[in-house]
């Protein structure tokens, strides 16, 4: 499967005062995120006078989102733009799965092991991928990673697969 764009004309289910497509479907996908970070804040506590509560940040950046994509929106009902384009699932679902993996594994394995194995499954997202490469960076990643986080900021996160500890 090719990653370029095919020349075949394009069908598209979106109305016909929509002149950019690409424009309009991304300004209602930032919009969609900032209504569901404002839902996500609602709960925390917001400003009181001069002075922040926890939820303050969180609400002015997505009030702030929803404005921007909501120009973005605008344009693509104003201005030409490009029809939306095909979309290669393939390295946000493995980056995606990397992060779950990473979270779900850093207590029992450690730090070494789930960081490494993130990174090479992050690398599964890209068919270019050369996998002696991708393990020596890896391999350095993960050195660094073992000594900024223990070492350098003092965090204490288990190294190593509690197995072997024991």
Do not use: N
């Not at 917001?46 to 926890?54: L, V």
């Not at 020596?136 to 990673?145: F, N, R």
């Amino acid at each position: 499967m090719s990653d370029t764009p095919s020349r075949a004309p394009v069908h598209s289910i979106l109305p016909k005062w929509v002149r950019g497509p690409q424009d309009f479907v991304g300004g209602i996908a930032l919009m969609a995120l900032a209504v569901f970070a404002l839902w996500a804040s609602s709960d925390l506590q917001g400003m009181h006078g001069f002075s922040f509560g926890a939820g303050t940040a969180p609400r002015i950046f997505a009030v702030l989102l929803l404005l921007l994509g909501g120009g973005v929106a605008v344009m693509g009902i104003l201005k030409d733009g490009p029809a939306i384009a095909a979309y290669s699932w393939r390295g946000p679902l493995f980056v995606a799965l990397s992060i779950l993996f990473f979270a779900m594994a850093i207590r029992p394995l450690g730090l070494v092991v789930s960081a490494f194995s993130s990174f090479l499954i992050a690398a599964l997202g890209s068919h270019e991928t050369r996998w002696l490469e991708a393990i020596v960076v890896g391999a350095c990643l993960t050195l660094g990673c073992a000594l900024l986080f223990p070492y350098v900021l003092g965090l204490p996160m288990p190294m190593f697969p509690r197995f072997l500890i024991q």
